[in-house]
């Protein structure tokens, strides 16, 4: 993942990986079959680290708008701390590296990325079943704005290295998802 953090999905190839490893590139073919089966394992297991990273650190005794805001903070030390590896977030590099190719690739990107934004959305309806959301509240617009703003910080953290960018978003985030 440290190649693909790096130099994106598409700067891991099972050349560069068999050179990493001082492997024969025969032996890295054999595990992975092709560049794509590749790229596709080293996303997933991205996703899974992100998981561990970000919605595994909300405490499950958390309920409603809680809940929802600790995946907000745990998001933004993801974010600010460097995610997976140096360059910011992993999956929202892949997104924009494959967001205009078809394929398996840019289809598991999208996959991922709706699995998401359906989990951020599922915590918001429950913040509004719980009462702390009014029940009026847009559950897919709670988590197209908190996408957009992690998005945000993330390019303000990585390109712009704006120290004050964690805490604006937070903020953003915590207005976003109801309150404070």
């Known amino acids: 993942m440290v190649i693909a953090a790096r130099d994106g999905l598409e700067g891991v190839t099972i050349g560069r990986l068999a050179d990493d490893l001082e492997m024969s590139k025969a032996g890295v073919y054999g595990h992975f079959g092709s560049k794509e ?5 080293t996303f997933d297991a991205a996703v899974e ?21 600790h995946l907000c903070d745990a998001w933004i030390d993801y974010l600010e701390h460097g995610g997976i590896a140096e360059g910011g977030c992993f999956l929202t590099a892949a997104a924009t590296e494959f967001d205009g190719r078809p394929g398996p690739v840019r289809d598991a990107v999208a996959q991922a990325a709706g ?10 309806a429950a913040a509004v079943e719980t009462g702390d959301l009014p029940p009026d509240t847009d559950p897919a617009q709670i988590a197209f704005e908190l996408n957009g703003i992690a998005m945000s910080a993330n390019q303000a953290i990585q390109l712009q290295r704006d120290d004050a960018a964690p805490q604006r978003a937070r903020r953003a ?6 309150g404070r």
């Open 37 to 41: 089966a590749l790229q596709l394992a």
């Open 49 to 69: 680290q992100f998981r561990q990273l970000v919605p595994a650190r909300v405490p499950r005794t958390a309920t409603g708008i809680e809940r929802l805001r």
């Open 115 to 124: 699995r998401w934004l359906a989990y951020l959305e599922h915590l918001a």
């Open 173 to 178: 985030m915590h207005r976003a998802a109801g």
